[in-house]
């Protein structure tokens, strides 16, 4: 079935570092990607998303492209602040027929940055 | 303002009380999922509706129940909670054409 693997945390930056999480997937056909964050106490909010290869999502300063050749999204930051604190959760759903019933999500990785 | 509204936020209960966790949209949304995330393994799709009376199972069903009589609720039900369903559960939603998933806040449940 499909999965999603994304890098285990905690990852731990100073603000203005540069950030990458990295993620791959497993799915048949071409699914669609996406990166939601959860900010602490609160449900998860999407991020940005890509619905085909070589797509580039972004918002607030984040990016993730689809890579269809090598199954990935990675997601990148050029320079994070205190706000970015999160945990940032990969996700996939596939294209069955034209309908969308079901993320996969990976596991999530928590980021803290520090002042 | 759009957004998905879950109840209650708190709960802790005993072995086999049942109980219901409420969901709710306001964006007239086809789809409604539930979600279990558990430290170590993420989210985990537990019911999903594609319409008012069309449920179907997520991966990991046991132990719980739902319906959708009207298309902006989508309740959970636990009928005989047990310790294992001790966790944080998210309802969301979706429009046939948007592969954008909205997340109520979450409900933490305890089962003692």
């Known amino acids: 079935g499909d999965s999603v693997t994304q890098m285990e945390g905690p990852v731990t930056l100073s603000e203005e570092a540069f950030l990458t999480i990295n993620c791959t997937y497993t799915?048949?056909?071409?699914?669609?990607l996406f990166w939601y964050v959860q900010y602490p106490g609160e449900g998860l909010q999407l991020l940005l998303k890509a619905t085909k290869a070589d797509d580039k999502g972004s918002n607030k300063g984040f990016e993730a492209t689809y890579r269809k050749e090598t199954t990935s999204f990675h997601l990148e930051k050029g320079s994070v602040q205190v706000s970015d604190s999160a945990v940032y959760f990969c996700a996939l759903t596939p294209r069955v027929g034209g309908s969308n019933y079901k993320l996969t999500f990976g596991k999530g990785t928590l980021l803290t940055v520090n002042p | 303002e759009a957004q998905v509204t879950q109840n209650p936020r708190y709960l802790i209960t005993v072995t086999g009380k049942k109980l219901t966790v409420t969901c709710s949209q306001n964006?007239?949304?086809?789809?409604m999922s539930w979600y279990r995330q558990d430290p170590g393994l993420g989210l985990r799709q537990i019911y999903y509706?594609?319409?008012?009376?069309?449920?179907d199972k997520g991966d990991v069903p046991e132990g719980y129940k739902v319906s959708r009589k009207e298309k902006r609720n989508f309740p959970l039900i636990l009928e005989s909670p047990s310790p294992n369903q001790t966790s944080l559960y998210f309802c969301?939603?979706?429009?046939?054409?948007?592969?954008?998933?909205?997340f109520g806040p979450g409900t933490r449940l305890t089962v003692t």
């Open positions: 969301a939603s979706w429009g046939s054409f948007d592969y954008e998933q909205y």
């Open positions: 799915a048949t056909g071409y699914p669609s």
């Open positions: 509706s594609m319409n008012v009376e069309v449920t």
């Open positions: 964006m007239n949304h086809e789809y």
